[in-house]
T-cell receptor
Framework: LAKTTQPISMDSYEGQEVNITCSHN???????ITWYQQFPSQGPRFIIQ???TKVTNEVASLFIPADRKSSTLSLPRVSLSDTAVYYC????????????FGSGTRLQVQP | KAGVTQTPRYLIKTRGQQVTLSCSPI?????VSWYQQTPGQGLQFLFE???????NKGNFPGRFSGRQFSNSRSEMNVSTLELGDSALYLC??????????????FGPGTRLTVL
């Protein structure tokens, strides 16, 4: 399984764009990159998934360089409600069909 | 489409008791996975069921077990509860299309407290 490395925490202010970068140097050819958001005492919520280049949905954008050894989740104009833990995952581990969560990035948005 | 539902949302038990948690996946999803989340260990995979069969299992003792019914609903059971079993138990379902990746969608979780 490709291991991921993310910053432990980040701070931002309302209205700013937030970019969270994840390193995954050992990503495999068939691995996708998936980001989840989790609020306290709730289940993780799927945000976005991509394989290469750029993916955008109504919530976020995901930038993946050509070598795929890293990815950046971009949250445009964050609000207080975006305060959460964000997890970067690579997979699937087709053998185990299990998600391996790292420690995630705790994003704190201030007014 | 309704999301993943879990019952009960909160549960308090005492050491030595057993507990059963329930999960109803998103309609049409055939794979159900269970995870345990604690402050110290983070999110850890327990097991995954597909077509009423356990396909994968994480590194948890045999006190943790589960099953899946023909309608894809799943239950997990923890016997002889220990204080360390206090956690948020999360259920996730996926379509298991077997192509590309298989996005898992999580329920709200069951908060289990063992006294």
């Amino acid at each position: 399984l490709a291991k991921t490395t993310q910053p432990i925490s980040m701070d931002s202010y309302e209205g700013q764009e937030v970019n969270i970068t994840c390193s995954h140097n050992n990503i495999a050819t068939n691995d996708y990159i998936t980001w989840y958001q989790q609020f306290p005492s709730q289940g993780p919520r799927f945000i976005i998934q991509g394989y290469k280049t750029k993916v955008t949905n109504e919530v976020a954008s995901l930038f993946i360089p050509a070598d795929r050894k890293s990815s950046t989740l971009s949250l445009p104009r964050v609000s207080l409600s975006d305060t959460a833990v964000y997890y970067c995952l690579v997979g699937p581990d087709t053998g185990r069909r299990a998600l391996t969560f790292g420690s995630g990035t705790r994003l704190q948005v201030q007014p | 489409k309704a999301g993943v539902t879990q019952t009960p949302r909160y549960l308090i038990k005492t050491r030595g008791q057993q507990v059963t948690l329930s999960c109803s996946p998103i309609s049409g999803h055939r794979s159900v996975s269970w995870y345990q989340q604690t402050p110290g260990q983070g999110l850890q995979f327990l097991f995954e069921y597909f077509s009423e069969t356990q396909r994968n299992k994480g590194n948890f003792p045999g006190r943790f077990s589960g099953r899946q019914f023909s309608n894809s609903r799943s239950e997990m059971n923890v016997s002889t509860l220990e204080l360390g079993d206090s956690a948020l138990y999360l259920c996730a379902s996926s379509q298991n299309r077997g192509i590309g990746t298989d996005t898992q969608y999580f329920g709200p979780g069951t908060r289990l407290t063992v006294l």
